[in-house]
C-alpha cells in the first residue's frame, strides 16, 4: 500500500469512501513509500540508534540505513545527521517524522473506521508475547475475544519478554505481555495479570546440582543440602542471565549491592533460551518459575529458590495510552475491557 497526496480510496461494499490524505506543503506530491519504510523512520526516530530501532521493525541494521538512504533520495533532502558517535534528526527529518507518524495514524484508523461499519471488532489485533505466554497467559483472552468479536484476527509475534513494551511504543504490536516494573511504565496503559517468583535453575546431572541453596518447586527428586548465602554461592557458580529486562536488572542490581563477584556464563534473550542453557550445565539460570510450572521446560532441571531479593515477576498486558484518533482509542478501551474482565485483580 502506497501513499500518495490527495488520494480517493475506492473502499469495499462497492461504496466511494472519498479520504484525502493531506499534510505538509513542504512534502511532495509524489511520495511513494509505503507504511513500513514510515514505522520503520519512525523507531529510528524515537531511538536514535539504528540496531535498536532495526530490531523493533525487524530488519538488520544495514537494511534499515539503506532504507533511510531511499527515502533520502526520494525526498531530495537529508533527514539524518550521523556521524561515528551519534544519529539526529535534521530539520527536514522533523517535518518528515511529523507526517509519517500523522500518516500510520491515519492509516490504523482508516481501518478501524471501515471494520467498524459492522458491529464487534474487525481487522488484526496485533499481539506481542513470549512462548511461554502464548500457552499460559494469551488462551483466556484468545477465547474471549474469539466469543465477543469473531471478526477479529490475531496476528501473534513471539520473542523476549523484555521487548514487549518497545514493540508496542514502536508501532509493532498492539498489545504486549511484558514483564512490568514497579508501579508500571509510565507511558503505558499497564494490567497485571500474575505474579510469580524469580528462581534459579541448573541441570540435575550437572557439575552444580550439589549447591548450598534452598531447593523449591523441582521435578527431580534429590536430597536436601545445606544452604549457604547467596552472595558465597554466586561469587562461585556461574551464572546464565538474560541480556535485558526485568530480571536482568534486579539481578545487576543486587550484584552491585552485595559483595557477590559472579562470573557470568552466559546471556542470551528469552526464558526458554536460557532454560537450554541450564540444561547444558553452564551454571545457575534466572528465570520466572512460571515458564517452567507451564511448559515442557522442568525436565531435568533442579530449582532453587532466589529469595526475597530478586522480588516477583509482575506479567501483564501494556497498550498506548493516547495516539490515534477516536476509533483507535475505541478500540484500544474495548481490549482493555475485556482484559479486566478476563484476568480480574
Known amino acids: 500500500m502506497y501513499i500518495r497526496y490527495n488520494v480517493y480510496v ?14 505538509y506543503a513542504s512534502i511532495t506530491d509524489t511520495l511513494l513509500m509505503d507504511f513500513h ?42 533527514l539524518l545527521a550521523r556521524d561515528t558517535r551519534a544519529v539526529s534528526l535534521t530539520r527536514e527529518g522533523e517535518t518528515f517524522l511529523d507526517f509519517a507518524r500523522k500518516a500510520v495514524h491515519e492509516r490504523k484508523d482508516l481501518g478501524i473506521r471501515i471494520a467498524e461499519q459492522d458491529e464487534g471488532l474487525k481487522g488484526i489485533l496485533r499481539v506481542y508475547a513470549s512462548v511461554t505466554a502464548c ?12 466469543r465477543e468479536h469473531p471478526g477479529l484476527k490475531l496476528s501473534v509475534d513471539t520473542g523476549d519478554p523484555a521487548g514487549a513494551a518497545d514493540a508496542v511504543r514502536g508501532g509493532m504490536a498492539d498489545l504486549g505481555l511484558a514483564a512490568l516494573p ?24 550437572g557439575s552444580f546440582a550439589n549447591i548450598p541453596l ?11 543440602m545445606p544452604t549457604d548465602s547467596l552472595e558465597r554461592v554466586l561469587s562461585s557458580v556461574p551464572v546464565i542471565l538474560p541480556k535485558n529486562g526485568l530480571a536482568r536488572e534486579r539481578f545487576d542490581r543486587w550484584a552491585r549491592d552485595s559483595s557477590a563477584k559472579p562470573v557470568i556464563a ?47 515477576y509482575d506479567i501483564g498486558f501494556v497498550q498506548k495510552k493516547a495516539e490515534g484518533g477516536e476509533s483507535q482509542r475505541r478500540r484500544r478501551e ?11 485483580v
Request: one cysteine or more; proline letters at 6%; charged letters at 15%.
Open 334 to 344: 474495548t481490549i482493555a475491557d475485556i482484559i479486566v474482565r478476563t484476568y480480574p
Open 37 to 78: 519504510e514510515l514505522s520503520a523512520f519512525i523507531a529510528l526516530s524515537e531511538t536514535l540508534h539504528f540496531a535498536q530501532a532495526a530490531a523493533r521493525v525487524h530488519l538488520s541494521p544495514s537494511a534499515l540505513s539503506r532504507l533511510v538512504s531511499r527515502l533520502e533520495e526520494e525526498l531530495g533532502t537529508r
Open 214 to 224: 534452598s531447593r523449591t518447586g523441582s521435578a527431580i527428586s534429590a536430597p536436601k
Open 182 to 205: 514497579a508501579g508500571g511504565f509510565p507511558d503505558l496503559h499497564c494490567h497485571s495479570v500474575q505474579k510469580t517468583p524469580l528462581v534459579f535453575v541448573t541441570s540435575a546431572t
Open 266 to 312: 552466559a546471556e542470551t534473550a528469552g526464558n526458554e533460551a536460557i532454560l537450554a542453557l541450564a540444561r547444558l550445565g553452564l551454571g545457575l539460570a534466572l528465570v520466572p518459575r512460571l515458564v517452567l510450572e507451564n511448559g515442557p521446560f522442568a525436565a531435568g532441571l533442579l530449582q532453587f529458590e532466589a529469595g526475597t531479593a530478586f522480588g516477583d
Open 135 to 146: 500457552y499460559s497467559i494469551l488462551p483466556p483472552l484468545v477465547e474471549a475475544l474469539s
Open 10 to 23: 475506492l473502499m469495499r461494499k462497492a461504496k466511494l469512501l472519498h479520504l484525502t490524505i493531506a499534510y
